[in-house]
């Protein structure tokens, strides 16, 4: 019997090796655990005698009412509405701060410009914006895709910056000695290396 624990607990323990991966099932029964585990203690925390019904309910209760949203009330509508405007805003901002944030990236000089003026900005809430935003735009469109461009764009270019200062410095060096121009320098070799980085 002292023989069979030995083993278990050195697979229990080898579960917490620093930065060991673990394979999909596990990682998949993990999460089912997790889930389980907190949709119990949420429904039970919800029945408990002291948790006011109205203000924290079950579960069940908010299925419940999330499937009437989607079919009694259109929210599905007012879901696509939202995401339309997220996709909008995205693609402003991926197409103001890819450009800057690798010009940054690239030339110390416009990094010593721009990431002054840029700074400041990632630590200002979005919604500090919102009297501004009513004020200029209203209250259509314009203004809920205007502060979402704000609250996502000033992060993109330091990660687009901070990516493309990634890209070894022996490429652009040699891309140069083979005679490439600046321009061919960005768009044939550091836009392709810092590629996968954007992405992920």
């Not at 278990?8 to 620093?18: D, G, I, K, N």
């Not at 997790?34 to 925390?45: C, K, S």
């Not at 410009?113 to 919604?127: K, M, T, V």
């Not at 070894?168 to 061919?184: D, K, M, Y």
Request: aromatic share 12%.
């Amino acid at each position: 019997l002292s023989e069979a624990r030995v083993p278990s607990a050195q697979v229990a323990l080898s579960l917490f090796e620093f930065r060991k991966p673990i394979c999909r099932s596990l990682q998949i029964g993990l999460a089912a655990i997790a889930w389980i585990g907190f949709l119990a203690g949420w429904h039970f925390l919800a029945a408990a005698s002291f948790t006011p019904e109205a203000l924290f309910p079950g579960p069940a209760k908010v299925g419940a009412a999330l499937v009437d949203l989607f079919v009694n009330q259109s929210f599905g509508f007012d879901v696509l509405q939202s995401v339309k405007r997220i996709l909008i805003s995205f693609g402003i901002a991926l197409a103001i701060a890819l450009p800057l944030g690798m010009i940054m990236g690239t030339f110390p000089v416009a990094e010593g410009f721009f990431n002054p003026l840029i700074s400041p900005f990632r630590y200002l809430p979005a919604p500090s914006f919102v009297p501004l935003l009513l004020m200029w735009l209203g209250t259509g469109d314009g203004q809920k895709i205007a502060l979402l461009v704000l609250g996502v764009v000033w992060f993109l270019v330091t990660l687009f910056m901070d990516n493309t200062k990634a890209v070894r410095t022996e490429i652009v060096e040699c891309s140069r000695t083979l005679g490439a121009t600046r321009g061919n320098v960005v768009w044939r070799v550091i836009l392709p290396s810092a590629l996968p980085s954007y992405v992920d």
